[in-house]
């Protein structure tokens, strides 16, 4: 005798030598069950259990002649229950709780279709959700049990064409102030119905980065960011909290780096992404129809990477390094220098660039030690999607979900602070690729070696990186046609 909870903790099915039954009504000695086919079937089955459901009591009605036992069905509705149960209480997405409960099962051709199951899982994981999608209200302000700290920091409403909506808990606005840099990101995968983006706020406390802000957005244009900025720094206000950060990591998104000069003030200190630096000179090679000569003509190639090494140089010699290139520039190139120079140089038409020098040169950064890209935030994005499970959740299923990664960011803070919390040490190969490119920047630094020499070198201590981090040199040269080089 076994009992099945379908509901809750309340039992509502218990199988018995092949039958199944379910709660009829409960007396004051015992209870009773009558057969789950009572309906289908008019199967007249009846059995009774001690009050503790421990002991079977008495068997009053006989099943039908057509009602025999089915040993496979009571276990395919035990498999389906444990679905049920596994889908209320894990992460596990449907195709995984699927395919564990069934491969314990002899025989599975009784089980309903996938599609099916999946839909009944998600059903158990969505009936908590509150009727109405739009409105964000009780609970779901709060990063739930057992704290329920204040999480939904801003939302203009429902009705408002260009919603926004952002939470943020006490000590995320506190972590957000204390620090000097930012690192910011937007995900439009894991936007929900009727938003454009997820947009994310990270910080670094000592060597932990946490999360700070969630921000859902409609558009990605300047009064939006310019709205989240000022939002969040009223809400500081508010707290008596007054963030000064000195630097930004970024993509290379306009909106964002307008929007920041409007609210922060035209000092604000920005470095752009130098990993997306490569991957838009690498679109512009595809865009040209350059690819195949790319891939090849090693020194066509070559020079288009030198152009990324651009950014390596001082800022005083990246002048100087522009026009070497403009003199060495091969036939196909021209279009693709003319490009770059308008982007993030301009010095050819004394005219600024779309993007300032001082957004995306790392010379600086390498000497320092510092972040040359915003990689970080895009792992953290990775993995924060993965948690999710799919695209485009539901903003009861994202919010469940940035809960989980408030307590998950709490957790590696407390044991920080306790001094329990190992830090990740980067592999050998990653460290020796940052003293390579630091000791460059030193000489061209120090005038210990000539402009095309440097160049050069760039290009190759990258090519030696990726020819350390793989056992298979095809590899390597996979990895250069993709235009990744600069990705480390």
Known sequence: MEIINFNKNKPTKLCFE???YVLKYTRKCNITWRCSKATMLKCPGTM????????????????????RPNKKEVEISKCYNEMKNQAKTTKNNQAHIFGECVAKLDDKSQMPPEYIVKRTL???RT???????????????TTGEPHNKIFLLFDDGVNEENRMVIFATDEGLQHLSN????????????APKDF????????KIQKTFITSIYCLLKNKNQKTYEKMLTKILEKCSEQQLYPDPTNFHIDFEKSVINAMKSVLGENVCINGCFYHLTQSTHRMIQKLRLEQIYRGDESFSEFCRKLDGLAFLPLKMVKDGMAHLKNIMPDHANELVDYFDKTYERRFRNCPPLFPLEQWNTHDLTLADSDRTNNQTEGWNNRFSRLVGHKHPSIW????????????????LAQQSLGLLSNKRKLPHYEKNQKLLKNLCLEIKEGNKSLPEFLTAIVHTILLFLYMNTDNTFEVFVSIAKFNLFKY
């Open 196 to 203: 454009l983006q997820l947009y994310m706020v990270r910080v």
């Open 397 to 412: 299923v994202l919010i469940t979900k940035m809960r989980l990664e408030v307590a998950t960011d709490e957790t590696k």
């Open 179 to 190: 620090s000097s840099s930012w690192y910011m990101d937007g995900n439009f995968g894991l």
């Open 127 to 141: 009936k908590n959700n509150p009727l109405d999608s739009d409105e964000i209200v009780d609970e779901w302000c």
């Open 48 to 67: 009774y259990t001690d009050l503790q459901m421990s002991e079977f009591v008495k068997s009053e009605t006989t099943h039908i002649i057509t009602h």
């Open 18 to 20: 092949g039958y199944m």
């Open 122 to 124: 998600r059903n158990q």
